[in-house]
């Protein structure tokens, strides 16, 4: 019975009825033994849906029950971080606590897994929105050999050429190459781009960055090219 409302369930996910797999997985939960992918998967429908606290509480629930698994912490980092993408007039210090929160996440997932894609390249978005600059240069000149498609090697150089504009170093042709293989593209799941959406325009208001903001800005309209439809923006 669990199996078959479990099976349901991803069938409806994969149809694109969420809302109807998540009444499942909650009745699922509500008759089931703890489980980490039950958790997991609630928390993955319960983000879609714009209920964070619910999402986070579910990935907190997953990792109790499975700690070594590095994805559980991503998700649970992913979740914060598009939590405070809708979070309006977020104070300074508030926005920095939880940036330092969802840095925590990637990094434990990158512990327990240093080939996770993922975690590396959320980590270089979490230090460019903590304006960390140096650090985000460092993370992204050290991930490269765990880039495992043209996708993620896409959205490193995005990120990584972000980094090194805005620090005020040289940008090269090397750096921008797969920023210009306008042959790789992105399905518009591949990456949520709110977070660099908001720093842009958060450096905008800062007078001496107005030189670097404008490379910035170009870097970014170039990897939003690669998207065959407008790619996912937390509302």
Not at 43 to 68: M, Y
Not at 161 to 180: I, K, Q, T
Request: contains cysteine.
């Amino acid at each position: 019975m669990i199996d078959d409302m479990i099976e349901h369930a991803e069938l409806l996910i994969s149809s694109g009825e969420n809302d109807r797999a998540l009444a499942l997985y909650d009745q699922v939960i509500a008759s089931a033994a703890p489980d980490s992918f039950l958790y997991s998967r609630r928390g993955l429908l319960r983000r879609l849906s714009g209920d964070f606290d619910g999402a986070e509480n579910d990935f907190s629930a997953a990792i109790k029950l499975s700690p070594d698994d590095a994805g559980l912490y991503c998700d649970r980092g992913a979740t914060l971080a598009h939590r405070m993408s809708t979070t309006r007039n977020i104070g300074a210090t508030d926005k920095s606590n939880l940036l330092t929160e969802i840095l925590t996440d990637y990094n434990a997932s990158l512990e327990r897994d240093p080939s996770n894609s993922n975690a590396w390249l959320a980590i270089i978005e979490t230090e460019l929105l903590l304006h960390e600059w140096d650090a985000a240069i460092s993370h992204y000149a050290q991930c490269r050999a765990h880039m495992w498609n043209k996708e993620y090697s896409l959205i490193r150089a995005w990120l990584g050429c972000l980094s090194l504009c805005l620090a005020g170093e040289d940008v090269n042709n090397e750096d921008m190459a797969p920023l210009y293989n306008k042959t790789i593209r992105l399905n518009r799941n591949a990456w949520c781009v709110a977070e660099i959406d908001n720093l842009i325009d958060e450096l905008k208001s800062i007078h001496d960055m107005a030189g670097k903001i404008y490379l910035a800005m170009v870097i970014h309209q170039n990897f939003l090219g690669h998207f065959d439809e407008n790619p996912i923006r937390m509302e």
